[in-house]
C-alpha cells in the first residue's frame, strides 16, 4: 500500500549550526522541532560524518551526533542516520594518506564497526554510501573509489550489514529524482550488490531541487519506480527546493508546486516510504551558503511563519 511511514525533518545539534545570531529563536525552534508533532523522523545534519565521527584515526567522538539522535528517541521519532561512507566533510588524514588497498579496507571496516556500532539499534536507516556517482552516472572519484575501484561499495555494504542486522542500508545521492543517467548509475549500484548477494535496502534520493526548474509529478514517480522494481524501498532524504531570492509570490508558488509534486509522488509510489527536509527553518538551511542567489528553501520563513509550500506538501499527503 502506498503511504509514508514518516515525514520528518533534518536537524543540527546546537553547535553545528549554520547561522551564529540566532539564540533567540532556538526555543521557538526546538519546540517546532521536537514538540510540535510536525515531524515524525529525523536526522543529524552533521554530527554523524566522518569528520565529526572520526576526526583523527581510531579516534571516535560521538558528542555532536549523539545530541540528535537521542532527542530522536526521547521524542519518539524515526531516526534517519548519515553518512558512513561519504567523498565530503571527510576527515583530512583519510585523503591525506598514500593507503594500499589493504590498509584502505581496515580504514573503512574499522570506521563503519564504530560508528554503526555506536549507534546500533537506533536508526531504522543508515545512508551506508552516500553521492558516489557523477551526473553522467560514472563513479566519482574519491579516495576511496580510486583505491578500491567500485568493490569499496560492496565492502561498506557487507560491513554494515554485519554490524547492525536491523538497519535499513541505503545508497543515498542527489539529481535521483527525475530519470536520468544519474539515476541509471544508481540503479546500476543496486544491482551490483544484488548480484553478488549484499543487502542493500533502499535508494535515498537527496531532492535538492530548484523551484523556478523543477521536474513533473510524473517524472518523480518514473524514477522513484525505477528504484522500487528492483525490490528496493525509496525514500526522500533531505529534501529543500530553493529559489531565486528574495522570494516573491510568484516563485513562492513554484515552490509550492515543487514541493507538491515530489511529496506526492513519494506517497503514490508504494515502496517511497518517507520524506526528510533537510532542516525547517529558512535560517538554518545550507543553501545560501553553496548556492549563491538563492534561498528560501524550506517550509518555515525566518520569523516562522510558513512558506505557502507547507500547503503543497499538506494537500500531497
Ligand atoms: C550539508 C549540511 O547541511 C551543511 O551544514 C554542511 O556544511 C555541508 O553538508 N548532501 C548531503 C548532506 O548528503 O550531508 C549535505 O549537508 C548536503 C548535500
Redesign the pocket.
Known sequence: RAGLKYFGAAT?SPG?R?RAGYEESYAQYDEIMWKSGEFGSTTP??GQ?WLFAEPAQGQFNFTEGDIVTSLARENGMYLRC??LV?H??LAPWVESTEWTPEELTKVVVDHITNVMGHYKGQCYAWDVV??ALNEDGTYRESVFYNVLGEDYLKLAFETAAKVDPKAKLYY?D?NLEWPSAKTEGAQRIVKLLQDDDIRIDGVGL?A?LVAEDHPTLDQHIDAIKGFTKLGVEVALT?LDIRLKTPATPENLELQKQAYKNVVGACVQVCGCIGVTI?DFYDPFS?VP?VFEGEGAALLWFEDFSKHPAYDGVVEAL
Open positions: 543540527d553545528q549554520e545534519t552533521n560524518k548519515h553518512a561519504w565530503s566533510q552516500n553521492e543515498n542527489y537527496q535538492h533531505e533537510w545550507w551558503f
